[in-house]
């Protein structure tokens, strides 16, 4: 595996690469949902890509970003593992300079998860932009855990570059919680209340399947209300195509399927966690 820090350089390489890219940017603290992301890439190139850079634009909270999880060492030995052909690991000097092109997310980056985290799309849009740029992938992979990113960079990037957004499914642990670096704050009691999350969207699911009538906002407040220890911020249910933009379908991203997604965030101590269901 080759580690490139270096803007001019990453530039040389990738634009002398002659074969099928494939990207996957990450923010490091890796954990078996990174992992499911570079295994999914690795199916459709002859060359992976990954990155690692944790991002200070996409962070509301000072204290959110400082206390983000770092394990360098561990997190190559999981790219090496992974079998990722170069990593590009850049000084965020040589990222957030006077040079870096803001890329607006405009309505779509203020609604729902962005109505709590103002300017956290604009954030996350700005650097993945700036990523295409340098590296110019073929295919790029991302968590529909992180739904709302997801559907952004679709429409607001892919097109732009002639990138192929590829979603992958979220991966969870034993007891249904979304993997997620956040994770690691928690201690194991902490674990087991977080995830209730996933447990009512579950159980929603199942009941959804027997009667599709049911008032999906009434469940889950009941259901959530149950759970003393988990302070759910937000419960907001909207059909993807609130995405749609010019000619460019959100549909087109799940196989041609609008998808209604049921959204959920809610902090357990001080961390904050999120999780969604996608209906057919």
Excluded: W
């Amino acid at each position: 595996m080759k580690i490139i820090k270096s803007q001019k350089e990453i530039i040389k390489y990738c634009n002398n690469l002659k074969t099928t890219t494939s990207f996957v940017p990450t923010m490091g603290s890796l954990h078996k949902g990174h992992e499911s992301l570079l295994k999914e890439a690795r199916k459709k190139c002859d060359f992976l890509i990954s990155s690692l850079f944790i991002n200070p634009l996409q962070f509301n909270n000072p204290d959110d970003l400082f206390n983000y999880p770092k394990n360098l060492q561990l997190d190559i030995e999981i790219f090496k593992k992974n079998n990722v052909d170069l990593l590009y690991i850049p000084e965020q000097k040589e990222i957030i300079n006077s040079d870096l092109k803001k890329v607006d997310s405009g309505q779509g980056g203020k609604i729902l998860e962005g109505e709590f985290r103002p300017g956290h799309f604009d954030g996350v849009l700005t650097i993945v932009n700036k990523f295409f740029e340098l590296i110019k992938p073929d295919y790029a992979y991302f968590g529909i855990k992180d739904l709302q990113q997801l559907c952004l960079i679709f429409t607001k990037l892919s097109h732009l570059h002639k990138t192929k957004i590829v979603p992958v499914e979220t991966v969870r642990d034993s007891t249904g919680l979304a993997l997620s670096s956040r994770n690691t704050l928690l201690n194991n009691n902490e674990k087991k209340i977080a995830s209730k999350i996933f447990e009512g969207l579950n159980s929603l699911d199942q009941l959804l399947k027997k009667n599709d009538s049911i008032n999906i906002e009434t469940f889950l407040k009941d259901f959530y209300r149950k759970q003393e220890l988990l302070k759910v911020e937000y419960i907001l249910i909207k059909k993807l195509s609130i995405f749609n933009e010019n000619s460019i379908n959100i549909s087109d991203l799940f196989g041609g399927i609008d998808y209604t997604a049921v959204m959920v965030a809610a902090k357990v101590g001080e961390v904050r966690l999120i999780d969604n269901l996608l209906i057919k």
